[in-house]
């Protein structure tokens, strides 16, 4: 793949039947509206939110590889706690992944994916001093997909799509601290300063420093909001 120049930025498709029943559905675990260890099935869903079984089957099995609900033949899915643990061990697999990639995109970028990633550096650091929340989760996220396709680790990045949607829907709900937001535009100068300078070892540690420091800070955030500590059942 010639990777000399960027390609042209895909057009978002509209929403689909299955967007809504998921982001519905995630909403309803996360508020409590659905209870964690729930037992849930099409149709109960399908009656729920008033569509077919086709979306829900598809939304399910998306929130299923955010480990947000977990699966069996013909028993339908069981709503996981969402809580502290959860939280944790998420971020634990990001730290090491977003680690490793941020050490692979330094050996690897090409001066047009620097460039690139530079561009959402400086859109994201807007979008902090805007306020605009939801553009500051979009363009954090258009950023770490930009750098793990630099790094050209598909198995990777594909592992990195575990847990996302969830994160960025509790971030939307729980907000950052202003220490944070200051503190993230930092990292993310860091991080394409060391990439640009093919700095392997400090592109991993900012990388890692940045998603711990993205944990803490959700959890504090959350924890404001009474997250619990620990689910109650089985993980």
Do not use: W
């Amino acid at each position: 793949m010639d990777r000399s120049r960027p390609g042209p930025t895909p057009l978002a498709s509209p929403p689909t039947a299955a967007d809504h029943v998921r982001e519905r559905l995630r909403e309803d675990i996360l508020t409590g509206r659905l209870s964690p260890g729930a037992r849930i099935t099409v149709e109960e869903l399908a009656t729920r939110y008033a569509v077919s079984q086709m979306p829900v089957r598809e939304a399910i099995r998306v929130l299923a590889g955010e480990g947000i609900l977990e699966t069996s033949p013909h028993r339908g899915a069981r709503i996981v706690a969402v809580d502290a643990d959860f939280i944790r061990n998420t971020y634990d697999m990001r730290e090491a992944l977003e680690g490793m990639l941020a050490e692979r995109c330094a050996e690897r970028a090409s001066p047009a994916d620097v460039a690139a990633m530079r561009v959402l550096v400086g859109a994201h650091a807007e979008a902090v001093r805007d306020g605009a929340r939801d553009r500051i989760v979009a363009l954090d996220r258009q950023l770490h997909l930009a750098l793990a396709e630099a790094a050209a680790n598909p198995p990777a990045r594909r592992a990195l799509r575990i847990g996302r949607g969830l994160i960025e829907a509790l971030r939307l709900k729980a907000g950052f601290s202003p220490t944070r937001l200051a503190r993230i535009v930092h990292e993310h100068h860091e991080l394409i300063e060391a990439i640009e300078a093919r700095d392997a070892r400090t592109a991993g540690l900012v990388a890692r420093l940045h998603v711990i420091g993205a944990r803490d800070d959700l959890l504090r955030a959350l924890g404001e909001l009474g997250l619990p500590p620990r689910g109650g059942g089985r993980h």
